[in-house]
C-alpha cells in the first residue's frame, strides 16, 4: 500500500493548524482530484499485522470538538489521515426468551465491544457472550470466539492496552466471555456472577481470564482487580497467578521502558493505576445557567470556562501515556515473523464525558489521536499492517452558539478558547446539574452511528455504512456483509 498520503496531509495539516491562524477564505481542498489517489490505497491482500484503536464514547461531535479544540479550524487529526472512512450502526439486543430478540438502540461498551470482538450482537452489560432472557442469566458461549484469540490461535503476537481498568468492558470484550461486565476481578465475580466463578466450574472472573488468554501484552489499568484474592479467604491474588503464568508485571512508566523484548515467550502485564488512569487535562466540568448565575466571581477552572479558558495539563505521576503504551505494545509485539493484532482504547473520553467533564473529554481525544499516530507512523514502515480507529457508540457533547440565552436553562454548558482563539461551547442536555453541585450527573451515551477509519490491506471494506459486527470480518480479513437483514434481530448476530 502506497503511504505517501500521510507525508503530504501531515505536512499540510500541521500548516493549517498554527496556533492563532485565521482562516482563509475559500480555504479546502474541492478542487483536487482525490480517485487516483484512493485507488492507489486498494489492496486486497490478507494484512500481516492489525492494530485495532477504539475511542469509547467518541462520535463526531467528540471528534470534531477535539478536532476544533486542539488543531482549529483547519486543522486535522491523525486519525483524519485515514484512506477510507465509513460509519458503523451499534444497536445492541435487549434481553428475552430468544431465539429473536428486540432490538436496544443505545448501547454500553459491552455488548458494542463484543460486536466487532466476535461478529455478534448481546446484550448491555455482557462480555462475548450470547444474549439470553435476563442480565443475570449466563448466555452460551459457544461460537463467541474473539478476533485476538483467533489471532493467538494463529500463531500471532497480541496485545491489549487501554486507558481503563483493562479489565472493563472494552479490553475486556477480545480477552473473556462473561454474563455481567462487573465481574472484573475473582471477588466482584463471586458476587456478581458466582456461577461463572472457577469454583463453580466457569471461566472465572475477567482478569482470571486475561491471564488464561496469555495475551503477550497487557498494558493500563486496573492494579486493584487484579490483586483481588483468587479464592474467598485466601491470599494468592490474580498478580500472584499472572507471574505463575509467566507474565512480568510492572507498575510504572519506567519499569515499562525497561521491559525491551518478548522473546523465548515471556509476557508482560503492565498495570499502572489501581482504577483507570489519570486523564491528560484537569477537569474543566459543566453547568447550568443557575450555577454560573449563583457563582459569579468562581474560578473559571470550577465554574465551567470563559471565551479565553483553555484546558490545564495534569500531573500523571509515573504513568506512561497512551501513545507511549502503544509504542511499546507495537514494539514489543514486532517481533514475530507472522505478525501481531494489537487493541488500543482510549477509554476516558467517553467516562469524562459521563462527567460533563468537558476538558478531560476534549484532552483524552487529543491523547488517543496520538496514539492513532504511533500507529500510522508503525504503518508507513510496514504497509503490510491494517489500521481501523472507530468507537463503541456515541456520546452526549455537543458543540453549540456561544450566544447566551440559547440554551434551557437546564443544560450544562462550558465555554473554552480554541486553538484559534475563538470561543467554542460545548452543551451536555442528558443529565441535569443543581446549582450548588461540584460534579455533574452521569450523562447517557447516544444511539447515533459512529465513524470508522482504516488503512492498509482490507482497508477499503469499512467504506459506506456498516454494521459493528462487519468490524470482526475485517479484522479477521474477510469481506464486511454490509447490513444482511436476514439475521437482524436474531440472537448472537
Not at 458494542?112 to 452489560?125: C, K, L, N, Q, Y
Not at 462473561?178 to 466450574?201: L, N
Not at 486475561?210 to 491474588?237: H, I, K, S
Request: glycine share 12%.
Amino acid at each position: 500500500m502506497k503511504m505517501g498520503k500521510r507525508a503530504a496531509v501531515g505536512v499540510v495539516g500541521g500548516l493549517l493548524a498554527l496556533s492563532g491562524a485565521a482562516v482563509a477564505v475559500g480555504a479546502g481542498s474541492a478542487d483536487r482530484d482525490q480517485s487516483a489517489e484512493l485507488a492507489g490505497q486498494l489492496d486486497s491482500a490478507r494484512p500481516k499485522n492489525v492494530i485495532l484503536l477504539v475511542g469509547d464514547g467518541m462520535g463526531d461531535s467528540e471528534v470534531t470538538l477535539g478536532r476544533y479544540y486542539g488543531k482549529g479550524a483547519d486543522g486535522r487529526l491523525n486519525m483524519d489521515q485515514l484512506a477510507f472512512r465509513g460509519s458503523s450502526i451499534h444497536y445492541v439486543l435487549s434481553a428475552g426468551p430468544g431465539p429473536n430478540y428486540a432490538p436496544n438502540y443505545v448501547g454500553d461498551s459491552a455488548p458494542t465491544a463484543t460486536a466487532w470482538s466476535t461478529g455478534h450482537r448481546t446484550v448491555d452489560g455482557r462480555v462475548s457472550q450470547g444474549p439470553s432472557i435476563a442480565s443475570n442469566v449466563p448466555g452460551s458461549n459457544e461460537g463467541f470466539d474473539t478476533y485476538l484469540e483467533i489471532a493467538r490461535d494463529r500463531g500471532k503476537s497480541t496485545g491489549n492496552v487501554s486507558t481503563a481498568e483493562i479489565t472493563d468492558a472494552t479490553p475486556a470484550a477480545p480477552s473473556s466471555h462473561i454474563s455481567q461486565r462487573a465481574c472484573q476481578g475473582p471477588a466482584d465475580a463471586r458476587t456478581t456472577c458466582p456461577t461463572e466463578t472457577k469454583e463453580a466450574g466457569g471461566l472465572g472472573s475477567i482478569a482470571e481470564q486475561q491471564v488464561d488468554e496469555q495475551f503477550d501484552v497487557y498494558l493500563g489499568g486496573g492494579r486493584a482487580r487484579y490483586a483481588q484474592p483468587l479464592a474467598a479467604g485466601g491470599t494468592d491474588t490474580v498478580l500472584d497467578y499472572a507471574a505463575d503464568e509467566g507474565y512480568t508485571v510492572v507498575g510504572t512508566e519506567s519499569e515499562l521502558a525497561g521491559i525491551t523484548s518478548l522473546r523465548r515467550g515471556a509476557k508482560v502485564l503492565g498495570l499502572f493505576n489501581d482504577g483507570n488512569m489519570t486523564t491528560e487535562f484537569a477537569p474543566l466540568f459543566a453547568r447550568n445557567k443557575a450555577f454560573y448565575d449563583a457563582n459569579p466571581n468562581r474560578d473559571v477552572q470550577v465554574q465551567g470556562g470563559s471565551a479565553t479558558t483553555r484546558c490545564r495539563p495534569q500531573d500523571r505521576g509515573t504513568e506512561p501515556a497512551l501513545d507511549a503504551m502503544t509504542r511499546k505494545a507495537i514494539d514489543l509485539l514486532d517481533d514475530n515473523r507472522k505478525g501481531f493484532v494489537l487493541q488500543v482504547e482510549g477509554a476516558s473520553i467517553d467516562k469524562r464525558d459521563h462527567a460533563a467533564d468537558v476538558c478531560g473529554q476534549i484532552g483524552e481525544t487529543l491523547a488517543f489521536d496520538r496514539a492513532v499516530g504511533v500507529a500510522l507512523d508503525y504503518q508507513a514502515s510496514h504497509p503490510e499492517t491494517l489500521v481501523i480507529v472507530t468507537a463503541d457508540h456515541a456520546h452526549t457533547s455537543q458543540m453549540t452558539y456561544v450566544t447566551d440565552g440559547q440554551l434551557p436553562a437546564t443544560t450544562s454548558y462550558a465555554t473554552l478558547q480554541t486553538v484559534d482563539g475563538a470561543p467554542i461551547r460545548v452543551a451536555y442536555g442528558t443529565a441535569e446539574t443543581g446549582v450548588g453541585a461540584t460534579t455533574s450527573g452521569s450523562q447517557t451515551h447516544t444511539g447515533a452511528e459512529v465513524p470508522v477509519w482504516a488503512s492498509g490491506p482490507q482497508a477499503a471494506n469499512i467504506q459506506g455504512t456498516i454494521d459493528q459486527t462487519d468490524i470482526f470480518g475485517v479484522l479477521n480479513g474477510k469481506r464486511p456483509s454490509r447490513l444482511d437483514g436476514s439475521v437482524f434481530h436474531r440472537g448472537g448476530h
